[in-house]
Structure formats: structure tokens, C-alpha cells
């Protein structure tokens, strides 16, 4: 009778040997792209995001094929001091898991951990991949496992440096172009003043569109047909070209059809101009990249193995054995452990959860009985992108001649979501993109109201001649109980971590005075005001929305 066939001869593992370690490993990307979704929903230049995962497991799955052959025992490199600091690093990387999954669990906008996060999954990916093949393995699946990155969160000065100022370039050639053709248009920040109103107040707070997602397209592109990398380069330059002139064209569409129809007409054109100059700055890579392959791809065959001589090579799984074994054994620690941090992460934050967050917050009144007062109504467009629960808007003059100027929004506790919303939207990101210029930082001061002492930032705006004294506090639910609310610093960041606060109801209140000559005078209105401005409320809000004709923060100043 014939021996029976060993564990060698049968050929591939049993199914479940495999797909256990590879689905516990996947918790780990899984996770990671739960947590950088969130900027994909609440940042519309990151909703290409979406596809990126999908895209970089094409791409992974188009170069599988062609793959160098894996590590033998024969060609396994010695047990050398390199690969024990190799493994020492890798050990040391998935303990730097546990405290970046807690901190990102309530800072998903915080690019510093969302880049060291997405780093580190790359990093322990890239060390699965060694385990195989070595690091020609490692060098072939570079571009498909780093592919992710372009889906996080540029840091918040390269973003606002580059997209803000594009936008600025965008309107200053629109209000030049359009000029051309008699209709008259005044640039203020990356807004367009013309006579029937103002056009981009939401560009005002958001960069240049397209800018990332063509970025994303045109790497995708120069990868998919394997370009040669000057080539890529330019490609990626042609793409950003490209999306920079058909924002031109955009905004030329959007600023024609608002002196035509009127500001009402935006609501019509904005999407649809949006959605076409992202096909278009598609398709227009799509064409560039198909026109150049023929003569500037790598073909990718040179410098790998056909999979038919891959399988040729390798007739058995016992001349890589132990890296197949290793492999298993490193996958499943990984899921393991990514599931522990989630686990931990959870534990964490629910064991420190306020047991009355929300029960009561603050709102704000206003003096209805002004003869100058009036309600403000913000347009569709500017409602959907703050996606409040609760606005209440609101414009009036005091005795003394001042003017004012008041905007508060709350985002009820739903999600983690509904707190990032509450963050993107503040003067000193929207306020010099509308054209107004710092002149003075005021920094953080309390002010007494309603038995609280609310934390408001204060700074001075210019505009046309005109002096702003701005005053901006955001508060979370139970921060009466924690010294007030903290700032977007690292500092503060940590320690919101420290005492588990996550999920909390957000609200924000802006205040706007003209008329005060100084700063400190503006201060000491808006204490002796706030008072009367501020009531607390019992319960979950009510949701509601007070409206009038006014478009944005810069014109309501005009009432």
C-alpha cells in the first residue's frame, strides 16, 4: 500500500489555516478605514476616500500575477541582527497601536494621528509581506499598500496653504475674465461680489475642487498602466493642471448664470458643475495616461516572474514552510491584538462617559424687541455644509451704536461625525478666506453667563476699512463640570483623552461687533451682553432654524 500522501504533497493549506489570519489581519485595515471615513463624510474634498480602498485592493490584486517568486529556505537570509531589530520594530509598532487607536477615537481630524496610525498599518502590512518575499516583495507591493495614503488629511496648514490660496488665484481670474464680457465683480478672499450678491461663501471654507481627487486619479492612472515614474510625475502635474483650469471654468459657469438669474441660480448649477469638472479632470488623465502607455510603460515583465514560472518553481509548500508558518503566526497576533485595542478603546471610553452628558446645555436668545433686529437666513448650500442640528442667526444694533452680529449652531450627541462637523467651521479658517485680514489675537478669556463661565476666543478682523471684533466659543456637553471648553491644541487633545470624552453634544456661538474702538471695549460690551444672550435649556434641543435674507456672516454686517 502506498504511503499517505504527507502535509507537504497535499498541496495548499486547508482553507481555514488561511483565511482566519488573513480576516484577523483585515480587522486592522478594517478599523483604519472606519476611523479616516470620517473625514470622508464630514469633509466633502476627502469624499473620493470612499473609493480608495477598493482601489488599492485592485491594484494589489492587478500586480498579484506578476509577483517576484516568494523566499525558499534555501534563499531565506540568516537569522541576522538586522532582522532581529527588524522584528524588534515591529514589535515595538503594534504597541504604538493601543495608544493611537484611543487617542484617534475621538481626534479622526487630527492629522498628526491619523498619519501616524495609517504609517503604522502600512508599516506592519509591509512586514507580512517580507515574511513572504523579502524585500523585492516588499518593493513590488509598495505602491498598491501605500495607495491608502492619499486618502487622509492633508495637515492643516499644507492644506490651507496650497488649496486657499488656489481658490484665491481661482477668484482673482474669474473676477478678471468675467470683467472681459461688462460684468462688473469685486474679489473679496475667495468670494465674487457682484450686483445681484455674493458668490462662494462656501469655497470661503473649503479648498479648490478636485484638487486631492485628481491627485488620488492621476497616481491611480500612472499605476494601473505601469508609467514610468517621470512620467507619473507628470501626469500628476498635467492632472492638477487640469483641475485648477476647469475651477476656472466652474466659477466663470457659477458667477455668469448669478449676474444672469440672480444668487438663487447658484442652488440650480453648483452640483452639477461640481460633479463635471471631477468626470472631466478624469477623463481628461484617463485620455492622457492611455495615449503615453504604449511608450512609456514599464510592462512590468522585466524585473518579475511570470505566475506560470512562479508555479513552476514551486512543485511544494515545504521549501517555504517556514514563512508560510511565520506569516500565520504574525497575522494572527496582529488581528489579535488590533482587536484588543479596539476592545480596550471601547472599554475606555464607555467607563468614562458622563452619566448626564447633554442633559442640559446653553442656547442663545435674542433681543427680539430692537427696532434694527432682524433674523438671519443662511443659504441652502452654506446649511447643508454646517450641518447643524439647532441654528439660531441673528443681526441688531445696541443704544450705543454698536453692531451686531450673532451666529450660534449645536450638533446634538449622535456620533463622532456630528462632533467633527462642529469643528471645521471657525473664524480663523473662514474669516481671511471671505477676505478679512487678522489684525489682533486676543486669546482666550471667560466670560460669566447663565452660571457658567463660557470660554470665547477673541481677535480683530479688517474689511474695506471696517474693524471686526470677533468672539468664538465652542462647548461641549458637560464642560461646566470640566473648566470649560478646550482648544484644538495637543495638549488639549490628549487630555480630552485622558478623561474619555467622546460623543459629546456640540454647539458654537460667534459673535460680531462693530462699532467698539478697541478690542477691550468690544470685550467689555460683549460681557456686560452675554448675560441676556445666553439661557440654559433642559433636555435634548429643539431642533430649529430662524431665517431672514441674509446670505453671510460679511453682508448680514451691512443690516
Known amino acids: 500500500m502506498p504511503p499517505s500522501p504527507t502535509s507537504e504533497s497535499r498541496g495548499p ?21 472606519r476611523q479616516l471615513s470620517y473625514t470622508w463624510e464630514t469633509n466633502e474634498q476627502y469624499g473620493y476616500g470612499w473609493f480608495v480602498p477598493f482601489l488599492a485592493l485592485g491594484l494589489f490584486i492587478r500586480r498579484w500575477p506578476n509577483r517576484p517568486a516568494p523566499l525558499t529556505t534555501e534563499h531565506r537570509p540568516l537569522n541576522t541582527g538586522r532582522n532581529f531589530l527588524l522584528s524588534a520594530f515591529c514589535f515595538l509598532l503594534c504597541l504604538l497601536l493601543l495608544p493611537l487607536r484611543v487617542i484617534i477615537e475621538i481626534n479622526p481630524d487630527w492629522p498628526l494621528v491619523t498619519w501616524s496610525l495609517t504609517l503604522l498599518v502600512v508599516a506592519l502590512s509591509f512586514y507580512a509581506v517580507f515574511l513572504v518575499g523579502g524585500w523585492r516583495w516588499v518593493k513590488y507591493f509598495a505602491f498598491p499598500v501605500c495607495f491608502i495614503l492619499v486618502a487622509v488629511q492633508w495637515p ?31 474679489q473679496r478672499g475667495n468670494l ?37 515614474w517621470p512620467i507619473r510625475l507628470l501626469l500628476v502635474g498635467a492632472g492638477l493642471t487640469a483641475a485648477f483650469l476647469l475651477n476656472v471654468c466652474r466659477t466663470l459657469l457659477l458667477t455668469w448664470q448669478a449676474n444672469a438669474h440672480g444668487i438663487s441660480a447658484i442652488d440650480k448649477w453648483h452640483d452639477p458643475a461640481g460633479f463635471t469638472i471631477a468626470i472631466a479632470c478624469f477623463f481628461v488623465l484617463w485620455a492622457l495616461a492611455v495615449l503615453i502607455k504604449h511608450k512609456w510603460s514599464t510592462g512590468g515583465q522585466s524585473s518579475v516572474i511570470s505566475s506560470s514560472e512562479v508555479s513552476g ?44 452628558a447633554g442633559a442640559f446645555h446653553w442656547t442663545a436668545t435674542f433681543p427680539t424687541n430692537l427696532p434694527a433686529f432682524k433674523l438671519i437666513e443662511l443659504p441652502e448650500r452654506t446649511r447643508e455644509l454646517i450641518a447643524s442640528d439647532t441654528s439660531a ?50 486669546g482666550l478669556e471667560t466670560f460669566a453667563a447663565a452660571g457658567l463661565q463660557l470660554p470665547f476666543r477673541r481677535s480683530t478682523y479688517e474689511a474695506e476699512g471696517r474693524t471686526l471684533h470677533v468672539f468664538f466659543c465652542q462647548w461641549e456637553d458637560g464642560s461646566e463640570q470640566q473648566g470649560g471648553v478646550w482648544e484644538s491644541k495637543l495638549a488639549d487633545r490628549i487630555r480630552s483623552v485622558l478623561v474619555g470624552r467622546r460623543k ?38 429643539e431642533v430649529r432654524s430662524q431665517r431672514s435674507e441674509i446670505r453671510d456672516p460679511i453682508s448680514s454686517l451691512e443690516h
Not at 481555514?16 to 486592522?28: D, E, H, M, R
Not at 461663501?201 to 475642487?209: F, L, M, T
Not at 454647539?507 to 467689555?524: K, N, R
Request: glycine share 6%.
Open 192 to 228: 465674487i461680489e457682484i450686483s445681484t450678491g455674493m458668490l462662494g461663501v462656501d469655497e470661503a471654507c473649503s479648498g479648490i475642487r478636485s484638487l486631492q481627487s485628481t491627485l488620488m486619479a492621476a497616481l491611480f492612472l500612472g499605476e494601473l498602466y505601469r508609467l514610468r
Open 13 to 33: 493549506a486547508v482553507p481555514w489555516s488561511v483565511v482566519l489570519p488573513l480576516a484577523l489581519f483585515a480587522i486592522l485595515w478594517v478599523d483604519l478605514v
Open 313 to 356: 518553481r514551486l512543485p511544494q509548500l515545504s521549501t517555504f514552510n517556514f514563512q508560510l508558518s511565520t506569516l500565520r503566526r504574525y497575522l494572527l497576533a496582529v488581528g489579535l491584538w488590533s482587536l484588543v485595542c479596539i476592545i480596550a478603546t471601547e472599554v475606555w471610553y464607555r467607563s468614562h462617559e458622563p452619566k448626564q
Open 504 to 541: 459629546l453634544g456640540q454647539q458654537t456661538m460667534e459673535v460680531i461687533l462693530t462699532g467698539p474702538p478697541t478690542l477691550d471695549a468690544a470685550t467689555a460690551a460683549l460681557r456686560s451682553a452675554l448675560p441676556g444672550l445666553v439661557q440654559l435649556e433642559h433636555g435634548q434641543p
Open 393 to 442: 442667526c441673528a443681526s441688531w444694533s445696541d443704544a450705543n451704536g454698536s453692531d451686531w452680529t450673532v451666529f450660534f449652531f449645536r450638533w446634538n450627541p449622535t456620533s463622532i461625525a456630528s462632533m467633527l462637523k462642529a469643528r471645521i467651521h471657525r473664524p480663523e479658517r473662514c474669516l481671511p478666506a471671505s477676505g478679512l485680514r487678522l489684525i489682533t489675537d486676543g
Open 156 to 186: 492643516y496648514r499644507i492644506e490651507n496653504g496650497l488649496t486657499q490660496n488656489l481658490m484665491q488665484v481661482v477668484a482673482s481670474l474669474t473676477v478678471e475674465i468675467i470683467g472681459w464680457f461688462g460684468v462688473p465683480a469685486l
